[in-house]
């Protein structure tokens, strides 16, 4: 039985057909473990935190149990901060206001917008034509600069799935006394994290492409920064005392969760990370692995379909694979994978416009991703690259 939640979908002639669901890297479907936990919560929920009643205070300890079992995911260090945030867009943006006064940020042009933009005048670095280029450029550029630098990196490409060398960086990072944040929005829902034994600074990621629903994520990392940060949201639950002037609280949770928080979406979200620890990684990787190698050879077998990949071929990698099909728009592949057979894939520049454009050329448009996970079937591989087959004969 498939351990995520299952869609029939309708296609050109009318007919219903199971969801071909190739479009993980967008947003994950939810898991079964996940459905459940949440419909466990519901009947309970109510305010966290401030309330004496029964249904308040098992909601503040399952919100409460929600981080403990996220930050255990993470295998973050016991006294890493966990801030519950909206996704990794708003953890990258809470870091980015907790900056230390004169911090440089040094982040590669490869990255999503979430984790590219956030960051006040960075120093930005071209693709590394390689992963060990990616580490030398780090090196040299966290060499130049005076005072505070973070290094800002993902840790798998959403656009090409590729892992990048991030032990590599955050020794080249501490090495310069930087410090090192990593997105790891790919890799999280794909291979095991070790925020402790990577040494990483901060992590972030979000719950909507690891199984869980929409609205949660995660920023987990060092408290002095955040300590001292402004409160990023302003309001309830953010103060001590306000009179004339405000008291902050000082704890870093507490400071920057201001307001309701999204309690399903942290219980949903831990009750993800919990199936994953559970499961065991190595039967996930192997089998993504394994349908990984299935899409890419088939797609290479195809003539007129282009994987992007910014590294040599075998570079490891998680199950992304981005591509373009001659002859047909991005969109128009895409419009015709939904409309005739029953698949979603996403087109598009993935919100990595300048990574995009350096793998496609500077005039160049779009391409199609298709991407794979827990629930990932070889008929759902299958019946992309047949549906590329008939594609690319028909423009023959
Ligand atoms: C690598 C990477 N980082 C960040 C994000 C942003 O995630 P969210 O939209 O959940 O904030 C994405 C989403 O596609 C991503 O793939």
Not at 308 to 317: F, K, N, T, V
Request: net charge negative; aromatic share 6%; glycine share 8%.
């Amino acid at each position: 039985m498939s351990p995520v939640l299952s869609l029939d979908v309708p296609v050109r002639d009318g007919a219903l057909v199971p969801y071909a669901n190739l479009d993980y890297a967008a947003s994950a479907p939810c898991l079964e473990a996940v459905s459940r936990a949440v419909a466990e919560a519901l009947p309970a929920y109510s305010s966290v935190h401030r309330g004496a009643g029964y249904a308040s205070q098992l909601t503040t300890t399952r919100y409460e149990q929600a981080r403990h079992t996220v930050k255990a995911f993470a295998r973050a260090r016991t006294d890493d901060a966990l801030v519950f945030t909206r996704n990794t867009t708003d953890a990258m943006n809470l870091l980015a206001r907790s900056l230390p006064e004169g911090t440089t940020v040094v982040v590669f042009d490869t990255e999503h917008h979430a984790t590219l933009l956030p960051w006040p005048a960075p120093v930005r670095l071209a693709p590394p034509a390689l992963p060990g280029e990616a580490v030398r450029a780090a090196d040299e550029a966290l060499a130049a600069i005076e005072g505070p630098a973070l290094l800002v990196v993902t840790a798998a490409s959403n656009v090409t799935g590729e892992l990048w060398p991030i032990a590599g960086l955050a020794h080249i990072a501490h090495r310069h006394g930087a410090r090192i944040a990593v997105d790891a929005a790919q890799l999280a829902p794909h291979r095991p994290l070790n925020v402790a034994a990577l040494d990483l600074d901060y992590v972030a990621f979000s719950g909507h492409k690891l199984y869980a629903p929409f609205g949660a994520g995660v920023l987990i990392g060092r408290r002095d920064w955040l300590e001292r940060a402004e409160p990023y949201l302003k309001g309830g639950g953010a103060t001590v005392a306000v009179g004339e002037q405000t008291e902050w609280q000082s704890d870093v949770e507490a400071r920057h969760e201001a307001g309701t928080p999204n309690v399903l979406g942290a219980i949903a979200l831990a009750a993800a990370c919990d199936h994953l620890s559970r499961s065991g990684w190595t039967g996930l990787i192997e089998e993504e692995d394994r349908l990984l190698t299935r899409l890419r050879t088939g797609l290479a077998a195809i003539e007129g379909v282009h994987e992007l990949a910014l590294w040599p071929a075998d570079h490891p990698r998680v199950g992304i694979v981005s591509f373009v099909v001659d002859g047909y728009t991005a969109r128009e592949v895409a419009e015709r994978l939904s409309a005739d057979h029953g698949i979603g894939v996403r087109d598009g520049k993935f919100c990595a416009h300048p990574f995009v454009r350096h793998l496609l050329g500077a005039n160049s448009g779009s391409a199609v991703r298709a991407s794979i996970g827990l629930g990932s079937t070889e008929e759902h591989v299958d019946r992309l690259l047949t549906a590329l087959r008939r594609l690319t004969e028909v423009r023959g």
